[in-house]
């Protein structure tokens, strides 16, 4: 089996959706992705931005970080990550920036040098690669890191847990900060009451066409979740939970 059929099996599985931000690879994930009869049923598509102004403007990289680490570094390949999982609306995104070859080289950055960045919403990883063929396999070299990171996030894997894909209604306790915004204090599903102990990572998103506001939260149980308020209607949804071993949000 081709990494690329594993990748897609896990996601529908799991019943996730992936989107990709390619730089060097200059689209080839996507290749390999589309290449797998059915993948639209996971693959939602990918942005290919090999120049810096496109990484700001399509998926929000800051300039502040390519000024101040590089587009080919760990900084960038996590914004590019979670600007394409926001701005596509995907469960996972995964990224790829680095320099393929068989110039621009540096001392500090040489040819070979690639950083793959994956956002989800409960982890954000970037792990660094120094690959030694020429143009051609440096890409595909890319391209199989990128395609193994999905791998390993969806299938739990180094002590990970899984994904629980709720999209449940539930009553919220919440209290309104100076801002107006509302902060999520305790919850009730399925008739048990789960009080919030820590939170994490605030986003506002547009899910199935609705905007929402999301918070990733741990309860006393130190069970990981997502809850998300719609805006238009005032109802509050458990998106999603991480049963078993916390992750720290």
Not at 76 to 93: H, I, K, S
Not at 217 to 239: K, P, R
């Given at each position: 089996?081709?990494?690329?059929?594993?990748?897609?099996?896990?996601?529908?599985?799991?019943?996730?959706?992936?989107?990709?931000?390619?730089?060097?690879?200059g689209g080839l994930v996507g290749h390999r992705l589309t290449n797998v009869a059915g993948s639209s049923d996971y693959y939602l598509g990918g942005v290919v931005a090999y120049s810096n102004a496109l990484k700001e403007a399509l998926l929000g990289v800051r300039h502040e970080t390519l000024l101040a680490h590089?587009?080919?570094?760990?900084?960038?390949?996590?914004?590019?990550?979670?600007?394409?999982?926001?701005?596509?609306?995907?469960?996972?995104?995964?990224?790829?920036?680095?320099?393929?070859?068989?110039?621009?080289?540096t001392e500090d950055k040489p040819v070979g040098l690639v950083y793959v960045g994956l956002s989800a919403a409960d982890?954000?990883?970037?792990?660094?690669?120094?690959?030694?063929?020429?143009?051609?396999?440096?890409?595909?070299?890319?391209?199989?890191?990128?395609?193994?990171?999905?791998?390993e996030y969806v299938a739990g894997a180094e002590g990970g847990t899984m994904l629980d894909f709720v999209r449940e209604p539930v009553s919220v306790e919440v209290r309104i900060r100076p801002d107006g915004t509302g902060l999520p204090l305790a919850f009730v599903w399925q008739g048990r009451r789960y009080e919030i102990v820590s939170w994490g990572r605030e986003s506002s998103e547009?899910?199935?066409?609705?905007?929402?506001?999301?918070?990733?939260?741990?309860?006393?149980?130190?069970?990981?979740?997502?809850?998300?308020?719609?805006?238009?209607?005032?109802?509050?949804?458990?998106?999603?939970?991480?049963?078993?071993?916390p992750r720290v949000v």
């Open positions: 089996m081709q990494i690329e059929e594993r990748v897609g099996g896990l996601l529908r599985e799991r019943g996730l959706t992936l989107a990709t931000a390619e730089s060097c690879t590089g587009a080919v570094s760990d900084e960038t390949a996590r914004e590019m990550a979670r600007g394409a999982r926001q701005r596509l609306g995907a469960d996972v995104a995964v990224s790829i920036t680095g320099i393929a070859g068989p110039t621009g080289g982890e954000a990883w970037c792990r660094r690669f120094v690959f030694d063929g020429d143009r051609l396999g440096n890409k595909e070299a890319s391209a199989d890191a990128a395609l193994r990171i999905v791998v547009t899910q199935e066409g609705r905007d929402v506001r999301c918070y990733l939260v741990q309860t006393a149980g130190l069970q990981t979740w997502e809850l998300c308020l719609d805006l238009e209607m005032g109802q509050w949804i458990l998106s999603r939970r991480w049963p078993g071993k």
